[in-house]
């Protein structure tokens, strides 16, 4: 279907290029754009940030043309099929530009993929809720989009497919401006419940046929004007809860009212229920709010407290009588979000009620679109499992390109241990055509890291059915993993780079969706410290012992705003509701897990020590910036619209002020006090990081035997000769090297652009007592930082013992950690303690290394006295 398409212009002119043309044919085809100079934009887009202004409501129509009618408007669009005309296209370009108003639309909720298309075909899935009205009713697809000025648009498509049905389709042509294309949604297409919405775009470079040119190619969706065009929910019910919608940058607002300051463990209630209603509602990215009712159609208001608490609040009135645990939900007034009220009688009722709210929804849909519901946080592996990649949503096809990119996700256990104990084995299935170059290959990479490579080594082509190709378990890492299959295929018609030839059609390559991947039996230990285990599924606040504690030395609105945005997203990757109990101080003697979130000047410094950090370095880096107020608006919380923006790829919820970033580097304490630095790992926002490479440590091996010696059944003999073995390498590597000793304070360098800072000490061999601290400069910095940081683009490259957050781009630095523990998460197996005692062999060559030579020392000696004893000596 030929799509109704509205342009946007900027206020002001592109930025800079940043890359300079490959050939000067490219400038004079950027010459002859309408309206596009040569010199405006780069390949990669970058430039001074410019403001998109768009009416806020209204629909997207074009004027209508006078000299064609009425009747010519209201004839039927063609056919998603069908294609323009040249004399269409060259009418097109002389239509006058108009401005137009964009109708509100349910927006595209956040990913672990983002909203950027790259390279030669790439695919975006998002899954939608729908109310049984919503679904009946007339629905649009809109989609806004910026593109490179690389993409050519007379070879260039973006598609739109909404449960797989094929609703339009556009010419990619947006390199200037942000352009919105609309597609009518047939009749019976959307379900009530889940609805898969797939964007897809195949993309061709105007004048370089080169592989790296492919990397310059990209389409990025603007997710504040995306979406399905609706009307709002007037049926939501407590099952439904799924379809509350989210806001500009796909996170779902939550506004928990507030009639009067709340107690500690009234407070601690209302975070129970943000972390409920985030696990229901299916959202990746929560943005939690203590204060007045939200507005608008997206997000939600959230009420809770006793029947005496909420007494008095509007609308409360409606519920009659509370005799127990209450849930209801309170439909919109005027332009007043929908209220989701969480009561009872007493605290114990309204803990109920959470717990109620905890087990509701409903899961149902469209058969593609509840099949993508689980798999948009990545398809979850236990280890021993066979998957076929068409169980992760890949799909067999032909590709005429030169570089062919198949991404998939798997969430691997968060006490999974990554080392070179294993491979998880790769069979692909397809095949190439005759003709390739000799460089032709593939290449698999995990997380960012290269794995594995395989050439094509067949002029004549070549069709397999089981190419293995082995990936080592130490690029994998707990939590999401990103897996990129590119296949690489130059041929000699790349040189004359004719792209209008019918050679340029032809497949190059075979991709089948019965490649498969085998995952084998994996390690089941945590890691501390490792932020990874963190994120991947809040393994030390969800370890069997105390109740975990969320600590909160200040209670101010915007810290409480970041304590319970960080205890949703805790909760999410969790998958059920923390039962944190909040106090204001770390001290005590309580065990139990702590998460503390406070601004720096709140801090105890033993806290802060405890961590690794040093309060003095803090309190240098950050003085100039404490009084810094990230307050909502152009650099607020919610980001700021711009073509630089969306250019960059940057999370919308990741903006601050120009004050908040420094732009000099604090002086640096004297070489003599200065602490030995540790290898930081800076991340991109565009591409995960690499994960954290493990050390070998000097107190591994006696936190190994403590984890392990635990096992009733082991023969004591062999637990003591361990543990004597142990003990004798460790005092042979202290006396060679000198390495043990206590770790101190200040031994991790802080990032001076940072504005948050999360850090997890070790806790020794017990969960329980392990220390998360999330602090940022100010208590408005650190609401703004903790809303970027739960962005899944950014959530996901937590690693290592110490992140630092620039919340102005999403830019994460990892600090890995100095020693690490394994500790056990679940009851003693012959199988695990293989595998566990095989990573940590691997982890630590050294140890594997004297351990054999010790062993065939004695196997000769052995050997040596056993064949003394025979034969006969010579006289």
């Not at 058969?367 to 236990?382: C, D, Q, S």
């Not at 395989?454 to 190709?469: C, K, M, S, T």
């Not at 497949?507 to 969706?513: I, K, Q, T, V």
């Not at 392990?708 to 006396?735: C, D, H, Q």
Request: hydrophobic content about 45%; proline content about 9%; aromatic content about 4%.
């Amino acid at each position: 279907m030929s799509a109704m398409a509205v342009r946007l212009h900027p206020r002001a002119g592109l930025g800079p290029a940043r890359r300079a043309s490959r050939t000067p044919a490219l400038v004079l085809v950027c010459a002859l754009m309408g309206g596009v100079s040569a010199q405006a934009q780069s390949f990669l887009g970058t430039g001074p940030a410019e403001r998109l202004t768009v009416p806020p409501t209204g629909d997207a129509l074009r004027k209508q043309n006078p000299a064609r009618g009425p009747a010519a408007s209201a004839a039927p669009a063609p056919t998603a099929q069908s294609r323009p005309s040249a004399s269409d296209g060259a009418e097109a370009g002389r239509r006058p530009q108009v401005q137009a108003t964009i109708a509100p639309a349910r927006r595209l909720p956040a990913g672990t993929r983002g909203f950027r298309l790259s390279g030669e075909e790439d695919v975006l899935q998002y899954p939608v809720y729908l109310t049984e009205g919503q679904a009946r009713g007339a629905a649009r697809l809109r989609v806004s989009y910026l593109s490179a000025i690389s993409v050519a648009p007379e070879g260039s498509e973006l598609t739109g497919l909404v449960n797989g049905t094929k609703v339009g389709w556009t010419r990619i042509q947006a390199p200037g401006a942000v352009k919105v294309v609309e597609f009518a949604i047939p009749d019976g297409v959307l379900k009530a419940g889940y609805n898969a919405v797939t964007l897809t775009a195949s993309q061709r470079h105007r004048v370089d046929c080169a592989i790296d040119a492919t990397y310059e190619l990209w389409t990025q969706i603007d997710p504040s004007r995306s979406g399905l065009v609706i009307a709002p929910a007037a049926d939501l019910d407590l099952k439904s809860l799924a379809a509350l919608e989210p806001d500009e940058s796909g996170a779902l607002p939550m506004g928990v009212l507030l009639n009067e300051k709340p107690t500690l463990p009234r407070l601690e209630r209302m975070i129970g229920a943000v972390q409920a209603l985030a696990v229901v509602s299916r959202i990746a990215r929560p943005a939690v709010s203590f204060g007045p009712p939200l507005s608008g159609r997206s997000g939600v208001n959230l009420l809770v407290g006793t029947a005496a608490e909420i007494r008095g609040t509007d609308g409360v009135e409606d519920l009659g009588p509370i005799t127990g645990p209450r849930l209801a939900l309170l439909p919109p007034r005027g332009n007043r979000a929908p209220t989701l009220v969480v009561t009872g009688l007493g605290p114990d009722d309204v803990r109920a009620a959470i717990a109620q709210l905890a087990a509701a929804g409903d899961a149902g849909g469209s058969a593609p679109g509840m099949a993508l519901a689980p798999l948009i946080r990545g398809y979850e592996v236990e280890g021993g499992e066979r998957l076929e990649l068409q169980r992760l949503g890949v799909t067999s096809r032909e590709f005429n390109g030169r570089l062919l990119r198949t991404r998939i996700e798997l969430r691997f256990p968060p006490d999974f241990v990554p080392a070179d104990y294993g491979k998880a084995m790769l069979h692909l299935a397809g095949g190439y055509a005759a003709g390739l170059d000799s460089s032709a290959q593939i290449v698999v990479d995990i997380n960012g890291r290269n794995a594995a490579s395989v050439p094509l080594p067949y002029a004549r082509g070549e069709v397999f059915d089981d190419q293995a190709i082995p990936l080592p378990l130490s690029l994998w890492r707990p939590g999401l993993n990103s897996v990129e299959i590119s296949a690489h295929l130059p041929n000699a018609a790349d040189r004359v780079c004719d792209t209008l030839s019918p050679a340029a059609r032809q497949p190059r390559f075979l991709f089948l969706d019965r490649t498969r991947l085998e995952i084998p039996s994996l390690a089941r230990a945590v890691r501390s410290p490792d932020l990874a285990a963190v994120k991947a599924g809040a393994v030390p606040f969800t370890a069997p012992g105390p109740r975990p504690r969320l600590v909160l030395p200040v209670a101010d609105r915007e810290t409480a705003d970041a304590a319970a945005t960080l205890a949703a997203r805790l909760a999410i990757a969790a998958k059920r509701v923390i039962d944190f109990e909040l106090v204001p101080d770390a001290g005590g003697t309580e065990n139990g897990a702590k998460l503390v979130v406070a601004p720096a000047r709140a801090l105890n410094p033993v806290t802060i020590q405890e961590v690794g950090l040093d309060p003095e370095e803090i309190r240098r880096i950050w003085g100039g910036r404490a009084e810094t107020v990230a307050t909502p608006g152009q650099f607020g919380p919610e980001g700021v619209l711009t073509l630089d923006r969306l250019r960059r790829n940057l999370p919308m919820r990741c903006a601050l002020p120009p004050a908040a970033v420094p732009v000099s580097v604090a002086a640096a304490p004297p070489a003599a006090s200065a602490p030995a630095p540790v290898a930081a790992a800076p991340a991109a926002p565009r591409s995960p990081p690499r994960p954290a490479a493990p050390e070998t440590d000097e107190e591994l091996v006696a936190r190994w035997d403590q984890t392990l010696s635990g096992a009733a059944f082991v023969p004591t003999v062999l637990r003591e000769g361990w543990t004597r073995l142990a003990n004798g390498a460790l005092r042979l590597r202290s006396g060679v090297t000198g390495l043990i000793e206590a770790p101190t304070a200040g031994d991790v360098p802080v990032n001076p652009r940072a504005s948050l800072i999360i850090a997890e000490d070790s806790g020794g061999t017990r969960l329980g007592e392990t220390t998360v601290l999330v602090t940022a400069p100010n208590p408005s910095m650190l609401k703004a930082s903790v809303s970027c940081l739960v962005d899944p683009m950014v959530w996901t490259r937590l690693v290592g013992r110490a992140a630092f957050l620039d919340a102005s781009d999403g830019t994460l630095t990892t600090v890995e950690p100095d020693r690490v523990a394994l500790i056990e998460t679940r009851s003693w197996s012959l199988a695990n303690f293989r595998l566990v005692s095989a990573a940590w062999l691997s982890l630590n060559p050294g140890y594997y290394v004297g351990m054999s030579l010790f062993m065939a020392l004695c196997l000769g000696l052995a050997t040596t006295g056993l064949v003394r004893q025979l034969g006969r000596r010579n006289s």
